[in-house]
């Protein structure tokens, strides 16, 4: 591959991704929507005759650059895990959690079950997973500007979003690996069981020794650049060994590699750093490849009302699994309704799923430009439902 393929195509999608990220934030909308729009509207130039921008080697290069930045933002979102508030919510927290994946999980199969969008149920279930995961950075923008960010409702929604990564991406994990190891015969379900628990028991103890090091490290060398450096080394060797030894997905790898460096007194100064670099270049160039990569010329009337049914069962998934759960937990009807709606949104981790599986040639592309607009609907019904339901409160 010529290395100056990629150059021109990567400044474009540099300078269209902040300017519309900047313009969508002003309507309320996460940043990740104007990378994605950027993307989108980039992959029209393949379409201008003799064009020589969107080439097969410069599509080479920047998949390459997306597949480090899918690695680092997972990275990201470990780090900016903080375990210890899982125990001060308790239990409600979990089982709100294990509703908000199973509910959506199942309607998102169900759909695909209904639509025989194909014939592995290994596939259909898969799509299921790409429901389960949470954003939750709309939602405590608007916790935060009503001034109930710290209030029972926005400790649990947080807690419950931490948890349904972490629970997400197993679930992830363990389906494709399965999938992987079906093509076509019966997986060995048990060996990937297997294979993952080992993973994680591996990386809890690595991950111990790690944290030591590391404490050391800060003590030693408070806010020196060779903590993040070391940082960064450990979430790509734990993203390598996750799917080189353990056949689980590398982004679980570095998932977990944030993990094991969250909750230590330079936590902030390494995701800080390490958000410098992944947002500088990795994150809009990854989220900008799926735009780009989108397909429309494939979508007929049935992927249309699949799209739409798959949207619905992603939505109202979260709020019918996470409202009636928090009801069962003796939260307030009201209450209720705002962590299930509070749960609704949906990011990155999404897209990543989605990315995940459609890399690995379990799911089609198609659904992509769904997912795109199941952000964005989530995005701008998250805030203004959550308004709503607090609306007496703030007038009070």
């Excluded at 003590?219 to 996750?242: D, G, K």
């Excluded at 607009?373 to 998250?382: E, N, V, W």
Aim: glycine share 10%; hydrophobic share 55%.
């Amino acid at each position: 591959m010529n290395y100056d393929a990629v150059l021109l195509p990567l400044a474009i999608i540099l300078l269209l991704s902040k300017f519309l990220s900047k313009l969508g934030v002003k309507f309320g909308l996460p940043n990740v929507v104007g990378m994605l729009l950027a993307g989108v509207l980039i992959g029209f130039i393949q379409y201008i005759p003799g064009q020589q921008i969107i080439t097969a080697p410069a599509m080479e290069g920047l998949g390459f650059l997306a597949k480090i930045g899918v690695i680092l933002i997972m990275f990201s979102a470990g780090l900016s895990t903080d375990l210890e508030s899982i125990k001060e919510v308790g239990k409600p927290a979990v089982f709100i959690t294990l509703s908000g994946v199973i509910v959506p999980m199942v309607l998102g199969l169900l759909v695909a079950l209904a639509f025989s969008m194909s014939g592995n149920i290994m596939t259909d279930l898969f799509y299921g997973v790409i429901l389960t995961a949470t954003s939750v950075s709309v939602t405590v923008a608007t916790l935060k500007e009503l001034g109930k960010l710290n209030s029972k409702v926005g400790n649990t929604i947080i807690t419950a979003a931490i948890l349904d990564d972490i629970i997400g991406i197993v679930v992830l994990s363990v389906v494709v690996s399965l999938d992987s190891k079906n093509q076509g015969a019966s997986a060995d379900f048990t060996k990937v069981l297997f294979l993952t628990l080992a993973f994680f028991v591996c990386a809890i103890i690595f991950g111990f020794i790690i944290k030591k090091v590391f404490l050391w490290l800060s003590q030693n060398y408070p806010h020196h650049r060779l903590i993040p450096i070391y940082s960064l080394a450990v979430c790509f060797f734990f993203s390598y060994a996750s799917e080189r030894f353990f056949g689980v997905a590398d982004i679980t790898g570095a998932f977990v590699a944030g993990l094991v460096l969250s909750g230590t007194k330079e936590t902030h100064y390494v995701d800080r750093r390490s958000d410098i670099m992944t947002y500088m270049i990795f994150s809009p160039v990854f989220f900008a490849n799926i735009g780009i990569t989108t397909k429309f010329n494939g979508i007929n009337s049935n992927i249309i009302l699949f799209g739409v049914l798959f949207i619905l069962a992603g939505l109202l998934g979260k709020v019918i699994g996470c409202s009636g759960t928090a009801l069962v937990c003796k939260f307030s009807l009201k209450d209720s309704l705002k962590v299930g709606v509070g749960m609704m949104a949906r990011a990155e981790v999404a897209l990543v799923c989605a990315q995940k599986g459609v890399d690995a040639g379990i799911i089609k592309s198609d659904i992509m430009p769904f997912i795109l607009i199941m952000i964005i609907l989530s995005s701008f019904a998250t805030p203004i439902i959550l308004k709503g339901l607090y609306k007496k409160e703030t007038i009070k």
